[in-house]
């Protein structure tokens, strides 16, 4: 493909990416956004991460190897300063690369920008977990040869990537120079100005501490500056091709290369796998970091690269067995949402008592940093599907109590305050209003253990880790809040989910998750007494906390019928939406704090959130009233929202809205509706995607012991499918029209409720029961300019545009 | 006096001041406390600003010479941007230092820290305006001299600043070498750490341009760096001695020398004057600035020392003989309102279209930033004194509205926001909360210009400068607040004086004094139609602004009886008082702000500030409940408190409450009761000083057209008396505890309100009226540890100190 047909391609095409059911792909390559497709093909297991940077390292759009954990600490500046605040942040650096192989063809680097590029194409199969690339390339000296790599990061073994790499001559004797190389240090280009959610980019983290090399091996040892982390990156090869090859190794304090050297005939091939392996830490020593970095490698390369290549694809077999949820009628939604499934599971797999970041380990976004997106989206999906990665996520935010305690500590409050933004558990929040102020973090965190273990029956983490996670909490919020003259327990001055409300009093989002938080506390505490007592809690402290729940204020706005999202807030001017031109999104980027936070207008949904998460706590009559009024004030600038307003708009009735929003949740990272995927996957909008399926169209709510389901399709879907693990035992559900089928695939017997019904489920005996479809409405509106994309057009458009994987592609 | 005396000095008094009515002076010299005298002895016109720095340059505690409006520019770090955030702080900069004269003794640096240092006095007569200096001093060779210096800031000549200098050799033949000099870019000693209220100190801030020395003078000229600000400064020299007398000129960058070679004999005398004049433009060039400052030097030459002397005097007699405000009974507080009067003269006597700084020019505290003190604390007592000086600084309000326009456009108001703190009229405040979002700074500087007008009569003003100030910031109050519902007019989100609140709705200061902008817009508009209309008022304008005044929403707690300071302020929890230890006061230096804002917890006065502002709207029943229900929620961590809770504390009758608050802040530097006079004077509260006597014990409100008196003393003072300029009339009022005395001491008849009747005062003819002491009360409550030191005990302890000037200082 020249120049002119790539420009005339993405002229033609809006998005880059094929729709196919399992599997992303790109037909060619826009060099103007490389960065956006970097992170839609990054591979990672939550514990490496690696951009989609091309083979050869150049030209990239942002280049990035992550390791969950591997930080530099960078002051925090305060114009003017303040006691508690910060004074130091934690930012995700671009670690030792280790993916480069760089092509010399007759001594001319393969340089896409240069000579021509016949064919490219990349493409990433959610059942193999490999990124696959090939491509056809002539030399501006006029040599053409094909190039095909495969990647992966391993699911199985958690320290190992991989690349194959063939090269092949197609039209003469060509000299072939394959240099595979680990590279400390990248130069990386800046970030985009002016916008605080791209990461600060941090030059040169990496101290050289030990490099070695020989026989197809080689080894980089370096230390990070202030935070203190060893990381060590090595690299094995194992090399195919013509029997004339030359092998070189070398290395320095930054580089470390094996070259080949060969002679390829038109169709002969050099093949070259390498093994890449990481480890890192903050307190073992460098040969023991080193060694067990050497360890990795020798395993890999037991295993082999086919080896590597079927654990992966059994992996995900198994994976997508519990996990898959199934759309018939809309194959752009069901690449979506499987993509999105994918990227969680890349996100969580692996992460291993380490936080699971916003952006996953895709990109250097919000300094690689955890919010509670986490607990509040990504958990609540991985729960039913791979409950061990909660497990692990929760054992994380339990391994920093005592800086939560600190922190507690030194704002004056009891039991444990999480950070709202870190990476290893310190706040890193440099604005507090909307950092530690949202303070619902930590009923985020309680309510994620709490789902997790009546998921599961897991008492011993609930024993061992939940209880104090719990109870930490809720004497957090114990202190935090405080009784009325009327004998109110009110929350003050505080931040809830929309952050375009500040320090607000009475949050009903974040009195009614306290008030979960304290009753789960309570009764935790009571199964577990002997543990409870271990951590100071008497029964003075837990009907403290009984009290305070049953005592918790929820202000309601009596003349209009709906809840304020905080006291006062239905007072406040309404946003004048008319006069701001849609180039003024996001908000935040064009008006000042003081505005946004005075004025009824809401970033992302908060007391619609809360109708989701605590459902019982609202009628039917007030649901319905109260997504009205805030669908009128909701525009969506942060995309941790449609997949809210999805589930809520599908439970009032209003099916094509929920529809509309559940797409533009999948779709955020694919059609880039945010335009900062570049900087790393929106992890939290993937899983809200899921949500907005399975608690919007299926209608589940966990928030007691049995599941309650309420399906109900939009027309644009015909028929909705997907599993649940749920203490040991696996239920299917699947949605039609006209009727929902629940299926038990592993276990004996399950009770949940379909539509306020028990019903029971045996082993062998699928239940079918009526879908009922709510009577159709009057579609809410939206402030002007921010309705979501009409998703009816598009299914019927993208039913046309299906594509059918690599068969397709060769055609291109 | 060795140095153990001084250790046995410095332990025995607390107070390092003599108390005298009518001057302050330091006996001795305290190594340690060096920058507080240098604050207290500031000299300074309102355009230069010389800290007492001693004439030999060290030691210093913090050198400063200041000129109104110069500074220097610096970045305003946020670790999380936002929009409308400043880029950037202005930061006042100690200039060329044009004070020093050194003085070496056979080649000994007469240098206090070395040698026996027999006596040492300074003293500041406020009839005099001079800064007087007397030493006695054996070198360590054992050589004895004796140094007389003489320092003033012309309030005449307003370039000018002037030493006399004399040295006298006492028990032998001494070579002495006198060094005058101009010293630019002095280094400066770090601040504290970690207290915000300290300036940043910005290193060599002056790039040398040009410097020229001859005969007796020399000159040298500068620019700043970023704010391009060019500074020339001068000096030139009259020498008189024994007549083997020898006189060099150096200069070079940044450093210019005169120096002047003797031998005294015992009893011979060596006496120089020293003229320094400064001059500055951020648009003139070299030469204009330049030739300003040579001529300033040749004016002040002209004039000679006495006769600055002599304009000095007679520019103090014609100040006081209108702006005393008379004492008996308690001679400390005599001698503090005197200072306070002395110090905020310094402030604005010749500010002159430039701001007056909350430090005036005697520190780098707050960055040498303008608040809202300047218009809501200074201007009320300098209008009906020096009303002039009122005219001026609020002609600088008017010359930065183009600035507050654009910054309403950015926040997206209408009309006019005024920076929180600033220098030239940017906004400098690097956090929001407690900046930008305080806009009664508006309505503050409104307010000033209407009592103004009021007091003067000066239409030409109200037509040139008032009238737009006032619709500006009407217009602002328009746009920022809107109707509710029920067709209240609302203010939300933002901060009014109480700075442990923030981002509040319907802050009843903001509220009230919006309602008077409002209306005093309307009203100026209509006594101005025709400027009006050049403003682009028209009557529907006019109508929108007394309706919005009409319908502006004053919160009140039924349940309670008291206005919350702002919507749910009374539903707050209650600070914990009785566990904040002493040591944890200021709060804001051990508390988070987020603790601050969300609990029942006042750092100065904010709904009682509104109670005095605008007494109108307030029962004396409402009064009295509101004050008692704050007193026990303020703790007084700002110096802007005491005087405000000393005026409503004698108005509701609580005298002896009010007579404690006066003195506290009368004594508030003198006392070093903030622990940071180092940095600065404390204008507002020096000012509040007075405000608390006028206003407190002689009940003045000044909201209508005519001036009401409520006069009532307390037990510790015999009787008060003070004057008033209003409309270019003289109002003398003496109270004593039975009657009040109004006398007309210039003009032809005054109408007035005593006690809410109304007196008629003509020339020649004073009308004594009773008054009126209010029943004895309770005494109010406030936070334990926070009740202001009792003062009867004080009062008499201080007749017993009363010295009486030079001579006592003499016998020391």
Same mark, same amino acid.
């Given at each position: 493909m020249t120049g002119q047909e790539r420009q005339e391609r993405k002229e033609g095409h809006e998005q880059p990416f094929a729709v196919d059911p399992w599997q992303v792909a790109e037909h060619g390559l826009d060099l103007t956004s490389l960065a956006r497709a970097e992170s839609v093909f990054a591979l990672s297991n939550g514990h490496i991460g690696l951009r989609a940077n091309l083979d050869e390292g150049e030209p990239h759009g942002l280049p990035g190897t992550y390791l969950n954990g591997v930080f530099e600490l960078r002051p925090l500046p305060y114009g003017e300063g303040g006691y508690g605040y910060p004074e130091s942040s934690q930012s995700v650096i671009n670690v030792t690369n280790g993916k480069i192989v760089r092509l010399l063809v007759d001594d001319e680097?393969?340089?896409?920008?240069?000579?021509?590029?016949l064919s490219h194409r990349r493409w990433l199969d959610f059942r193999e977990g490999l990124l696959r690339r090939s491509a056809e390339w002539t030399s501006p000296a006029g040599r053409t040869i094909k190039v095909d790599s495969t990647r992966l990061v391993s699911l199985t073994q958690r320290a190992v990537a991989a690349v194959e790499y063939a090269v092949e001559a197609v039209d003469g004797p060509v000299r072939i120079v394959l240099q595979s190389e680990l590279v400390a240090n990248e130069q990386l280009p800046g970030g985009?100005?002016? +916008? /605080?959610?791209?990461a600060a980019v941090l030059e040169a983290p990496l101290l050289a501490e030990a490099h070695h090399s020989g026989g197809t091996k080689g080894v980089l040892v370096h230390r990070t500056r202030y935070s203190g982390i060893r990381v060590a990156a090595g690299m094995d090869h194992v090399i195919e091709g013509p029997e004339r090859l030359d092998t070189v190794a070398e290395s320095e304090a930054d580089h470390s290369r094996i070259t080949v050297t060969t002679v390829l005939h038109p169709g002969q091939r050099l093949r070259l796998v390498k093994f890449i392996a990481y480890g890192w830490s903050a307190t073992r020593s460098l040969p023991a970091v080193r060694d067990q970095v050497e360890a990795a490698l020798t395993a890999a390369r037991y295993t082999g690269w086919d080896g590597l290549v079927a654990e992966q694809a059994d992996f995900l077999k198994e994976f997508w067995d519990v996990s898959d949820v199934e759309i018939e009628g809309d194959v752009e939604l069901q690449q979506a949402v499987r993509f999105a499934i994918f990227h969680v599971l890349q996100a969580g797999a692996r992460s291993e008592e380490r936080a699971i970041p916003a952006k996953g380990l895709t990109g250097?976004?919000? @300094?690689g940093h955890s919010f509670w997106d986490t607990e509040a989206f990504v958990l609540p999906v991985l729960?039913?599907?791979?409950p061990t990665a909660v497990n692990q996520a929760l054992r994380w935010r339990h391994t920093t109590l005592p800086l939560a305690r600190d922190r507690a500590a030194q704002l004056g409050l009891a039991g444990a305050v999480f950070p709202w933004r870190t990476i290893r558990g310190e706040e890193c929040s440099g604005?507090?209003?909307?950092?530690?102020?949202?303070?619902?973090i930590g009923a985020d965190i309680a309510a994620a253990a709490a789902r997790y273990v009546r998921a599961t029956g897991d008492a011993e983490f609930e024993r061992e880790y939940g209880l104090e996670l719990l109870v930490e909490t809720a004497r957090m919020w114990r202190s935090l809040g405080h009784h009325d003259a009327a004998g109110r327990f009110r929350i003050e001055g505080v931040t809830g989910p +929309? *952050?375009? $409300?500040?320090?607000? @009093?009475?949050?009903v989002y974040t009195n009614l998750m306290a008030q979960t938080n304290l009753r789960a506390a309570a009764e935790a505490a009571a199964r577990h007494p002997r543990e409870a007592a271990r951590l100071g809690v008497d029964t003075e402290e837990t009907a403290a906390w009984r009290d305070a729940a049953a005592a918790m204020f929820i202000p309601y706005d009596e003349n209009l019928g709906v809840h304020p999202q905080a006291d006062g807030f239905t007072d406040h001017q309404v946003w004048d939406f008319e006069n701001t /031109?849609? *180039?003024?999104?996001?908000l935040l980027l064009h008006y000042p704090y003081f505005d946004l936070y005075r004025k009824?207008?809401?970033?992302?949904a908060d007391l619609v959130l809360a109708m989701q998460v605590?459902? +019982?706590?609202?009628?039917d009559e007030q649901k319905a009233r109260n997504f009205a009024y805030y669908e009128r004030l909701t525009? #969506? +600038? $942060? $995309?941790? $929202?449609a997949c809210t307003q999805a589930v809520i708009a599908a439970e009032v009735g209003q099916l094509d809205l929920a529809y509309d929003y559940t797409a533009e949740a999948a779709l955020m990272d694919l059609h880039d509706l945010g335009g900062n995927t570049r900087d790393g996957l929106h992890m939290a909008s993937l899983a809200g995607a899921c949500i907005a399926l399975v608690?919007?169209?299926?209608? =589940?709510? @966990?928030?007691? *012991?049995v599941l309650w389901f309420r399906p109900r399709l939009p027309t644009g879907i015909m028929r909705l499918g997907f599993s649940m693990m749920v203490r040991g035992q696996l239920l299917a559900v699947r949605i039609d029209h006209d009727e929902t089928t629940y299926t =038990? #695939? #592993?276990?004996e017997v399950i009770h949940l409720r379909h539509d306020g019904e028990t019903v029971q489920v045996k082993a062998g005996r699928p239940v079918s029961v009526p879908t009922t479809n709510p009577p159709a409405q009057e579609r809410c509106s939206q402030p002007p300019g921010r309705e979501?994309? #009409?998703?009816q057009a598009q299914a019927g458009l993208s039913a046309g545009r299906i594509t059918s994987g690599p068969d397709h592609l060769a055609a291109e």
């Open positions: 680097p393969f340089d896409l920008r240069y000579g021509e590029l985009p100005e002016g +916008d /605080p959610r791209a250097p976004g919000y @300094d729960t039913y599907c791979l604005y507090w209003p909307a950092g530690t102020a949202a303070f619902h +929309d *952050e375009y $409300s500040a320090i607000a @009093d009475n949050n /031109p849609p *180039e003024n999104f996001p009824q207008v809401v970033k992302q605590r459902g +019982d706590a609202f009628t525009v #969506r +600038d $942060s $995309s941790l $929202s608690a919007g169209f299926g209608g =589940l709510r @966990d928030h007691g *012991e =038990l #695939r #592993r276990g979501p994309a #009409r998703r």
